[in-house]
Structure formats: C-alpha cells, structure tokens
C-alpha cells in the first residue's frame, strides 16, 4: 500500500477533516525537523525558566513561540474534526481563538510545575509518511524524565508541530476524543464545547496566577 | 481462545464470572446508534468503539467514586508513609513475580531475545537482587525490564479487542484484553503453589499491592486528567487504546512499570508516566 492509499483509507476512517490541506504539506526533511524542533524547545525552555519576568511577560513570549512553531489553524481543526463544518462561521472563529488560548494557558499554568526544566534531543528521529517524528527528553528538577515525540509537518514550506505524542499517545487524538465526546454528551452543540473552554481557560488562568 | 476452556476454574473464572456478570446489563444499555445517514457520524463511531457507552460512563461513576473515597487516599498515604527506596522496592519485587507471565507472553510471541531478557532478569534479580527487591539487572547489566501480557499475546495473534470496556478498580480495557487478564491470573504459578490460609494470605498481599503501587505511580496523571480535561472519561478511553495499541507493537517499552497488570490502570493512561520511576 502507498503513503498516499493509506493517508486517503486514514482521512476517510478519522471523517476525512485534513483531506482540504493535504496538498499543501509536502515531505519533511529529517534534520531541518530535528533542529527547527531544538530551536524551538531551546526557546520554550528559555522563556519558561526566566525568573525575572513575571508570569504574563512569560506568557506572552511563550505565546509568541507556539503562534511560530505550531500548526495551531491544522490542528485545531483537525481536533474539532467532524463538528467543523457543523459549527456556523462564529462558532468557528471563536472555536479558533479559545483553541490557541487553551494551547498557550496549558503550558503557562505549568509554569510552576516546570520550573527549571531541560530539554535535549533524544536518539531516534524518524520519518513517518509526510511527517517527521522528533523524539526529545524533558527533564525536570525532582521527577522522572520523559519522553516527548513531536510530530513536524510542512505547512506551506514552513515546518510546523503537528501533534505531539507521550509514550505512545497522540495529543490530538486525545483531545479530538475529548472535545467530540463533550459535543455529543450535550446534544451535538458546538456552543457546549465553547462554554466548557472558557470555563477551562478560566481555570487555568487562576492557576497561573496561584504558582508565580 | 482455545486454552480458555481448558482454564482450571477456581481463580480464573472465579474472578472472571462477577466481571462478565456485570456485563449482561449492558444489553440493555446500549449507545443510540449515529444517523446511518451520516457517515462522519459513522465513522466516528466505529473509530470509538464504545458501543455500550452509556453502561461504562456508569461504571466509569462508580469507579470515581471508589477512587476518591479508596484507592487514591490510600496511594497518597502510602506514598507519605513509606520510603521512596522502599516503595520502589516493592514495586521491584511485583515485577519480578510477574516474570512467569511476561516470560511466557514473550514466548508466545516468539520473541527470543525478549523471553532472554525477561529471564536474565529474574535469575540476576532474585539472586543479587536480593529476592527481586533491586533491580540489579537493570542498573548494573543495563537490561531494562518491559512488560508483556495474554491481552497483548492474543492481539498479536490477531484477535481484535472487541467493544471497550470500563470496569471499576480495574480501569479500561476490553474483552479481549479482560480475557488476557483471567489468563494472566490462570496461569501464573504463584495462583497454583499450594492452598490455606497463608497462601490465600500472601497472594492476597499480592493483588493488594500491585493495586497500592499501581494507583500510587498514577495520581499526578490521573489527577491531571480529572483537573483539566473537559471529559476525563474521553480522555482515558483514548490514551488507554493509544497506548494499548503502543504496547502490543512494543514500540515503546518505557511505556508500563514492569509490575503493570494486563489491564486497565495497570498499564496506564498514557499520561506522564512514571518512566524510570521502576529503577530508581
């Protein structure tokens, strides 16, 4: 079977919701991968264990690190998947910007909980299809290291984070698991999804504030 | 399966029956069906594979609540109680008990150069691990345990999970990787070394701990998924599939603690999990 028969069996299988932007990413070289990722985790790690700035200047530059490095349009969309197109324009647009909130708020609620993290590249890279997979270590002061698989696509020439996976498990999948389960658990409206986000945003941003 | 019915019954099917008895409600409980005329909806549910969705968010609840008022104080306290040398110690000694599985699923497998590992291992760690109680084998031969299970053998076979399943205490799993479980229990040696009280004692020690060790090694994951995911029943039913699937492919073997059952929580959400933690 090619790449290209079982992308098309897989985006038929997932309700085909990147099928439009295919055409788009084209293949992803193994060491430009591995070290826009470096350069990236270089740059979140830095901005994460500067100390003296206070926790909304580090969001803000952790911020402007995932707007660069991550595929947020992509992934958001892949996330919402099916609901996507069921979700009226509005829906959309606010879905995109809570998303990209949630994203950044994730890790500078965290800020506390990472405090002095490291971060290195780890041994095997490795292509998978269009993507390139690069595995990394994070360590952190008094827990356990772990590894991080990040998942690097070519948007538009541009390599761009596509998902990152944990001992085996997707983070969009996940989270596409999730954010579905929450729509259908509330009658298939989008608007529930919305709500439980901003909710979530506002919990997350208490917690930003309870770890400086 | 066709050492199922030839399974001796008392352990097996006696831990089995109450499961599987738990499971007729479910006829009745089934999840409404997507619109066939959608294939979106379709799709996704057959991606899920949680036809019985509305039974196992019950039982998903009763879990929670024995979780809350059970396994987790009581992880927490062990963890404030005993020693981090000693906890990984006994989390040691419950991997390497689990040898005789581990090695007879690498076995089963045909994966000679794992069943080398995982016997090597036990012969080091009884011996200068001292009973099992260091992993010896790991620090100083550099040989890392990993964990194989009858779920995993029986999937390797090609014998499909079939419907998820959430099962209180025990977590998520599925009838194939349920089965693997009884299995597991069935033809572990320890199950069949005698009988009376002080046997009954010691493998009830047994399971008691590897509930103790396993939910003391989850509570930052699992807290996390209760704190912030909008759905953690979601959120488990896929980790818990994601990094099933991880696991019979072994392409991950940091994935599981070496004392992980077969099943549910015992191999893990998937979520930051304790990755060294076993040989510390």
């Known amino acids: 079977m090619t790449a290209f028969d079982r992308r098309l069996l897989l985006g038929v299988a997932l309700g085909a919701p990147l099928a439009a932007a295919m055409p788009a990413r084209a293949q992803q070289d193994i060491g430009r991968a591995a070290s826009f990722i470096q350069a990236t985790g270089q740059e979140l790690v830095a901005a994460i264990n500067d100390t003296r700035a206070d926790a909304a200047t580090r969001r803000q530059r952790v911020a402007a690190v995932l707007r660069r490095a991550v595929d947020i349009e992509g992934v958001g969309r892949f996330i919402l998947g099916r609901w996507w197109r069921q979700a009226s324009a509005a829906e959309q647009q606010e879905y995109m910007k809570l998303f990209e909130e949630t994203l950044i708020r994730n890790l500078s609620a965290r800020f506390g909980e990472y405090q002095g993290v490291r971060f290195s590249l780890g041994r095997s890279q490795q292509r998978t299809e269009d993507d390139v997979l690069v595995n990394t270590i994070i360590e952190r002061p008094n827990s356990a290291p772990f590894a991080l698989d990040w998942r690097v696509g070519d948007v538009n020439g541009q390599p761009k984070v596509v998902d990152v996976i944990a001992e085996g498990t997707s983070l969009r999948l996940t989270q596409r698991s999730e954010y579905s389960s929450v729509i259908q658990q509330n009658g298939g409206r989008v608007a529930a999804l919305l709500d439980a986000m901003k909710r979530q945003i506002q919990q997350l941003a208490a917690r930003e504030g309870g770890t400086r | ?280």
Do not use: K
């Not at chain 2, 399966?1 to 409980?29: D, I, K």
């Not at chain 2, 209760?226 to 896929?238: E, F, H, I, V």
């Open chain 2, 1 to 280: 399966m066709p050492f199922l019915s030839s399974t001796p019954s008392r352990p097996g099917r006696g831990r089995l029956l109450p499961a599987l008895a738990l499971l007729l409600p479910v006829l009745a409980a089934c999840a409404p069906r997507p619109d066939p005329a959608d294939p979106d909806a379709v799709a996704e549910f057959r991606q899920v594979n949680d036809p019985i969705e509305p039974f196992n968010r019950a039982m998903f609840s009763v879990h929670q609540g024995i979780d809350r008022f059970v396994l987790r104080p009581v992880a927490v306290g062990y963890r404030d109680v005993v020693p981090q040398p000693v906890r990984t110690g006994v989390r040691n000694v419950l991997g390497n008990l689990r040898t005789p599985v581990i090695l007879a699923n690498d076995m089963l497998q045909g994966e000679p150069r794992r069943a080398g590992d995982t016997l090597g291992r036990f012969l080091i760690n009884s011996t200068l691990g001292v009973g099992g109680i260091f992993d010896v084998a790991s620090s100083w031969f550099g040989v890392r345990g990993h964990t194989e299970d009858y779920g995993q053998t029986l999937a390797v076979w090609g014998l499909g999970e079939g419907a998820y399943l959430f099962i209180p205490v025990l977590g998520p799993s599925n009838p194939r990787d349920l089965a693997g479980f009884g299995l597991g229990i069935a033809s572990d040696p320890l199950t069949w070394v005698g009988q009376g009280a002080a046997v009954d004692a010691l493998t009830g020690t047994r399971a008691g701990a590897t509930v103790v060790d396993t939910r003391e090694s989850l509570i930052e994951p699992l807290d996390a998924v209760n704190r912030d995911s909008l759905d953690p029943y979601a959120t488990l039913r896929s980790a818990y599939r994601q990094r099933r699937n991880a696991e019979i492919r072994n392409t991950n073997d940091s994935v599981a603690p070496s004392a992980a059952g077969s099943t549910g929580f015992g191999t893990g959400t998937g979520i930051q999990p304790p990755r060294r933690s076993d040989r510390e």
